[in-house]
Every structure is written in C-alpha cells, then in structure tokens.
C-alpha cells in the first residue's frame, strides 16, 4: 500500500534553534501534501496544505514566517520550524494524497510523526 | 460550528464485546467522504474505514462496521469483539468534495480503553 515516508521521528533542540523535517511518498506522486500539528491527547489540527511547486496555503492564525514549507517535488515537502521555542513543541504529522486517485473514497496516508520537543 | 464532533472522550469496554464510538458531522456540501482512524500511543494513524456521502450500504473492513446515518448527519464507527490491542485514539474525519487537494477535518478523538 501507499507509504508515507516522515523524517525525523523525534527531534530534542536547544530554543532558538531551527528545525527542518521531511515528508516523503515512496511509491506514489503528490501534488498535494498537509501538515498537522497535534498537542497530547488532542484532536490533528491542519497547519497547512504544501502544493508542489507553489507556494504553501496555510490555515488562519498559523504563522507563516515560523512554519516554513518547501514542496520542490511530486514526492517530498518539507516544514521548516525557525527559531523554535518551547511552546513549539508538539507532534507534527504529514499526509499525502495520491494525486492520480479519483474520487473521495481515496483515503490520505500518513507519516509515522515527528516529536519535536524545545528545551 | 464544528465540522466533526465525537462527544466521548473516553470509552471503556471488555474484551471480546462490541463498543461503539459515536461521530456526527455538518456540511452543506452534497459530495463528502468520512473516514475512521485509529491511533495507537506510537503516534501512527492507522486509516480503518471509509464511508461516501452516496455509498448506499454500510462500509464494513472487518471488525469494523460504520454506522451511516446521513438524515442524522451520524457515522458511527462499531468495533465487534473487542481486542486488547484495540486500545487507542480513534479518530473520525471527513473530506468535502473529493479532490485530491482537500485536506481531512478531524474530531476531537475518543480514547478506547478495552480490558481483560
């Protein structure tokens, strides 16, 4: 099946320190990728909606200056977190959507996460 | 107005007895598809069922079964026979419109707790 390729699993920085991580599809093509952030025991909370080759569409009262995302190709997008802080820390989750599946049964297929905790 | 509301936060049931977990959703969009996640303490979402706003039947993968109640705006998921290694997060979520670019709205979650 469809697999979704999340890097790192868990980051531990220092504040102020700047934190890339990865979403990659492994065997299917993307146009479209979301990010989630999720706080413990709480429901995916969509950040944004990474578009290849344009810029990203990020939901209100997410700041795009401090989540920054990069879609360069049909199989990775990546989220940038600048000059993370404690309250940055969370779990982020990736998803992504064949792009040549029609219809709405096609369900979207997750990264395994990244925990990111800012001391 | 919340698209997706699951109203139990947490739910406790034995092994081997059926458990349901309630989902209801709104939009005005003819067009819509709703899925059932689950979400084991690892982090990963497991996709378990997908319900189309025109599917006529019940979907059913297994144990599982969803409960389509589109008068009521309802989709709720039954796990049958319940397992230890059901415990976890489940999660309901529903896409409007069916194109790959439409992201998944989710609930608020429901902790399920199943014991020997």
């Known amino acids: 099946g469809a697999v979704v390729s999340q890097h790192p699993s868990r980051v531990i920085c220092k504040s102020g320190t700047s934190v890339k991580i990865e979403c990659r599809s492994l065997?299917?093509?993307?146009?479209?990728m979301f990010w989630y952030r999720q706080f413990p025991k709480k429901s995916l909370m969509l950040m944004a909606t990474?578009?290849?080759?344009?810029?990203?569409?990020?939901e209100q009262g997410v700041e795009k200056d401090k989540f920054l995302i990069n879609h360069a190709s049909l199989t990775l997008s990546t989220l940038t977190v600048t000059s993370a802080h404690p309250e940055d820390s969370s779990f982020y989750i990736c998803s992504a959507r064949d792009f040549r599946a029609s219809g709405s049964n096609q369900p979207q297929h997750f990264g395994d996460g990244t925990r990111l905790s800012i001391l | 107005a919340q698209k997706i509301t699951q109203t139990q936060p947490g739910m406790f049931v034995q092994e081997k007895e059926a458990v349901t977990l309630d989902c209801t959703y709104d939009?005005?969009?003819?067009?819509?598809?709703l899925f059932w996640y689950k979400q084991p303490s690892s982090g990963e979402m497991i996709f378990l069922i997908y319900?189309?706003?025109?599917?006529?039947q019940n979907a059913t993968e297994g144990r599982y079964s969803l409960n389509f109640q589109k008068a009521r705006k309802s989709a709720n998921l039954v796990i049958s026979a319940s397992q230890l290694g059901d415990s976890a997060m489940y999660f309901c979520a529903m896409r409007e419109g069916d194109q790959a670019g439409t992201a998944l709205i989710f609930g608020k979650g429901t902790t399920l707790s199943v014991s020997s």
């Open positions: 065997d299917f093509q993307a146009t479209t």
């Open positions: 990474s578009n290849e080759g344009s810029k990203a569409t990020y």
């Open positions: 939009t005005s969009d003819p067009s819509y598809g």
């Open positions: 319900q189309g706003s025109y599917d006529q």
